[in-house]
C-alpha cells in the first residue's frame, strides 16, 4: 500500500499556500503582504508586472494558520472529487480564473486589499452542487447551496468585519457558471476488445 498524489492541482495548490505563509512567518517576513495580496482599489499600478501578479498570487496568501486552515479544511475536502469529476487542468483553469476575478474586482471598486482562498473554496462548493447534473436541468442542490451560502453572504456583508464577503459572492458565481458550461473531462478511453480485434 502507498500514498497517492490523488488530486495534483488540489495538493499543489495547498502545498504553496502553506510554504508561502511559512517562509512568510519565518525567513522572509513581509512575503504575504508583498507578492500574496491584491493592492486595494487606487493603488494598482498599470504598468507594474507586481501588481499583475498579486491578481492571480493573493489566493496563495493567508494572514495566519486559522485563515489557511480553514479555507484548505473545504478545499482538501471538495478539491479531489471535483478534480476528478472535471479534470486537473480544467480545474487549475477554474481556480486561475476565479482568483483573476476577485482580484480584478478589488482593485477595481473596494478600499481594502485582498488576500486568501476563499474565492476559489465558494467557487468549489457552488460548483460540487452540480454533480450528477444534466444539460436542460437545473439541481436542487444548486439552488439550496446558493440560497445557504450565498444568502449568508449577502446578509454579513453588511456586517463590519474582516472578512471579504464580496470574493465569497463572486467566487461562488464563478461556480454557478462553470457548473452550467460544465467543462468535464474527457471519458476514459475503453480498452476493452472483442477477440480477434486490433487497435491502433
Known amino acids: 500500500m502507498r500514498i497517492k498524489y490523488n488530486a495534483p492541482v488540489t495538493l499543489t495548490f495547498t502545498f504553496i499556500s502553506a510554504a508561502v505563509l ?47 486552515l480553514s479555507n484548505f479544511a473545504l478545499i482538501l475536502l471538495i478539491g479531489p472529487i471535483l478534480e476528478e469529476n472535471y479534470g486537473s487542468s480544467p480545474l487549475l ?23 486568501g482562498a476563499s474565492g476559489v473554496v465558494f467557487m468549489m462548493i457552488l460548483l460540487s452542487s452540480f454533480t450528477n447534473f444534466k444539460e436542460g436541468e437545473i439541481p436542487l442542490t444548486f439552488i439550496l447551496v446558493l440560497i445557504l451560502y450565498l444568502g449568508r453572504e449577502l446578509f454579513n456583508s453588511f456586517n463590519t468585519n474582516n472578512i471579504s464577503e464580496f470574493a465569497h459572492i463572486v467566487g461562488g458565481f464563478c461556480g454557478s457558471i462553470f457548473g452550467f458550461l460544465k467543462p468535464t473531462k474527457a471519458p476514459a478511453r475503453n480498452l476493452s476488445r472483442s477477440p480477434g480485434t486490433i487497435e491502433p
Open 93 to 115: 483553469l477554474m481556480i486561475t480564473l476565479t482568483a483573476l476575478v476577485t482580484g480584478v474586482l478589488n482593485v477595481l471598486f473596494f478600499s481594502t486589499a485582498l488576500r
Open 22 to 68: 511559512i517562509l512568510s512567518e519565518t525567513l522572509l517576513k513581509g512575503l504575504t503582504d508583498v507578492w500574496f495580496t491584491v493592492p486595494p482599489k487606487g493603488s494598482f499600478s498599470f504598468s507594474s508586472a507586481h501588481s499583475w501578479i498579486t491578481l492571480f498570487t493573493h489566493a496563495m496568501g493567508h494572514s495566519d494558520w486559522s485563515h489557511l
